[in-house]
């Protein structure tokens, strides 16, 4: 019986992770652009910048869990299938976000063009949430694992991503001692909000599948709640990733408690990215429980076999000789 | 033409010859099984106790997650209803094998690529059955075409009233049970 989801891991987290917090990172500061808000404006350059560096470490994550990584080029031959449209936006959102990062780069004959810049922002904008959105209707295409059917998944994985995106350009603003600006304070505010708003849906995700889920829905649950990944969960996601990070924004806009918060936050994205990743178990099959010997097992004693024969095999060889 | 496969699990011993005879037909090592045979039970109160072994391989299913998934088609369906890999084209993302509910697939180290039952095409194609079937000594196995409503395979299935596995995730599988 299999008892975790071991086919994607911490590569595929790493990605899921990265791609959620640049995209994010990049929508809002394209959305404050959009706006007209100019406070903060020295930086949508940087932070779109660092969108593009983050997204791009988490794609080349994503080349190298590939066995076959110079055929890569291929996951773009079948667009009906979910993973190719997650590489098409993934592509869209790279190359929006590169020529929107061009946009602050003095003396690029096209840096004063605030129109074409606004429109490459709104279109940045949709390739990002595009891109935070699939990932969720990407693993809830595995229809025997009912852990990652739940309606919720994708608010879930947006709200996270909205979570690790603000999180992300709250740390550039006081990297770029942008503290004394008020955009702090708002984005610290939107930031508490969507750490509420992520607890809320995760509380009610876990309740829903709970109650409206299959055996092996329940039985993931159990495992995040209080079997093998309870510590990634209450550690990682709820207590490092949601609780602390709430308490800290609540407490006060000053730089440390905002950093602190942010960085708690990052974490925790990570954190409920791998342990959604790993808790989703397969639909078992009948008598699949019976199993005397795993597949590690049965790996094992198959290496184990094969270096009896050829030790036998040798011994063969001698004696004719 | 769409080829299925009929398990008669009132037959089926769990002798694993199958599974055995299908690692030799593939060249499989000892470690990779297309075909895996599962002992169900004991199950319920005595005296009313069942057990039965079902053997379970890739389902050909009409809607298979693999197949919808593959983002560089290397899971395709052959135009005789079989899901077919084509290694030269599967760049080993595993998404496949994350999406088969029937965790049929695996992942072969050696080539890099996803491998599964082929349900033994090139012996179909030539007339033959496939190899587990041949080598089923309680001949618990039938094959054939399920397009056919005259073949003897869709004949026994409708008589035994034989269901695919799981048939509820909707992925139309080409493998039937006749269940004990």
Redesign the interface.
Known sequence: M?QK?E??GWLATGYFFLAAMGAMMAAVVAMLDVLGVTVIDQIYGWVSFAALVITGCGSLLLMV????IF??Y?????P?????MG?YLLTSFLGLTFVYTTFFIYFVPWSGWVLVRKLVAVLDIVAALGLVVYPGL?LA?????SFWQGSGLVALFLVSATSTGLAGVLLMLIFFELSGSEYLGVLSTLLTVSLVLQLVLLGSYLWGVRLNGTKEGRQAILNMVKGPYCVNFWGGVVVLGTLIPLGLSILGKMVPFAVGAAALVLIGGLFFRRTFLQAAE??S????E??QIN?QQ??E???A??SRWMEKARWLKNQCS | MRWGMLIDLKKCVGCHACTVACQNENHL???MKYCKV????PEGEYPNLTSY??P?ACMHCQEA?CV???????SHHREDGTVSINPK???????C???????VRH?NKET??VEKCTLCVERLETGEVTRCTETCQLKARHVGDLDDPDSELVRIIHKENARP??EH???KPSIYYIMP
């Open positions: 299999e989801q086919y994607w869990e590939l066995t076959h055929r890569a291929l996951v773009y031959a079948r009906k299938s979910i993973m190719c590489s990407e295409e595995a229809r025997g694992r397969r639909i099959m009948p008598g699949e019976n199993q597949d049965t790996k004693l198959a290496a076999l094969e | 090592p000892l470690a599962y002992k169900v039970g072994n079902i379970i997650p919808e998934g593959c983002p560089s088609g290397a084209k599967c760049v080993g993302c595993r998404f094998l994350l999406v088969c509910p029937y965790g992942m890099g690529a596995l799981y995730l909707g992925t």
